[in-house]
T-cell receptor
Framework: DTGVSQDPRHKITKRGQNVTFRCDPISEHNRLYWYRQTLGQGPEFLTYFQNEAQLEKSRLLSDRFSAERPKGSFSTLEIQRTEQGDSAMYLC???????????FGSGTRLTVV | DQQVKQNSPSLSVQEGRISILNCDYTNSMFDYFLWYKKYPAEGPTFLISISSIKDKNEDGRFTVFLNKSAKHLSLHIVPSQPGDSAVYFCAASADGGATNKLIFGTGTLLAVQP
């Protein structure tokens, strides 16, 4: 297992378009997290899954954002009607239930033009 | 409202000397603290952690100190090496392991000069 994999690494999109990102966690990890990082800031929590259940969502996750983890394995994060303020690095992480020390992926850098 | 604060955006240290990175927090409910290291174009990498019931945790060259009364923690790296040059994030959790959701600081860029 090579760690947490995110695809694509970079995405440039026009304002108003929809985008979808994929995260493949470490296979035995049952917890999966999405974070967003903007320039000069630390990662900010967006949402969390335990297996296939989405158990918590941040108020940062407006109704234009949706995340799924259909079979408790990979996850997708979709942003509809993108805005320039959505430009950020989107980070996925996974962990065992009892572990605080997540493993992060390398992120997907989104640029909305 | 920034619950986890890293007030030094950057730090420069000579190779072989000690690096001390600081972090302050405001939420007294935080019960677990972590440090992550981040290289450019990579995701953060977990470095070391400490529970609120302890005041020190050591792992090789890395030691984290927690002062609960001051709501302050620090990461010591001894001796510092050029490969330690990265952005260091302090993070904290307040939910007793229910979700392990983390609140991150804004990071400190450490530059270790050869």
């Amino acid at each position: 297992d090579t760690g947490v994999s995110q695809d694509p690494r970079h995405k440039i999109t026009k304002r108003g378009q929809n985008v979808t990102f994929r995260c493949d966690p470490i296979s035995e990890h049952n917890r999966l997290y999405w974070y967003r990082q903007t320039l000069g800031q630390g990662p900010e929590f967006l949402t969390y899954f335990q297996n296939e259940a989405q158990l918590e969502k941040s108020r940062l996750l407006s109704d234009r954002f949706s995340a799924e983890r259909p079979k408790g394995s990979f996850s997708t994060l979709e942003i509809q009607r993108t805005e320039q303020g959505d430009s950020a690095m989107y980070l996925c992480a996974s962990s065992h239930r009892t572990a605080y020390g997540y493993t992060f992926g390398s992120g997907t850098r989104l640029t909305v033009v | 409202d920034q619950q986890v604060k890293q007030n030094s955006p950057s730090l420069s240290v000579q190779e072989g000397r000690i690096s001390i990175l600081n972090c302050d927090y405001t939420n007294s409910m935080f019960d677990y603290f972590l440090w992550y290291k981040k290289y450019p174009a990579e995701g953060p990498t977990f470095l070391i952690s400490i529970s609120s019931i302890k005041d020190k945790n050591e792992d090789g060259r890395f030691t984290v100190f927690l002062n609960k009364s001051a709501k302050h923690l620090s990461l010591h790296i001894v001796p510092s090496q050029p490969g330690d040059s990265a952005v260091y994030f302090c993070a904290a959790s307040a939910d007793g392991g229910a979700t392990n959701k983390l609140i991150f600081g804004t990071g400190t860029l450490l530059a270790v000069q050869p």
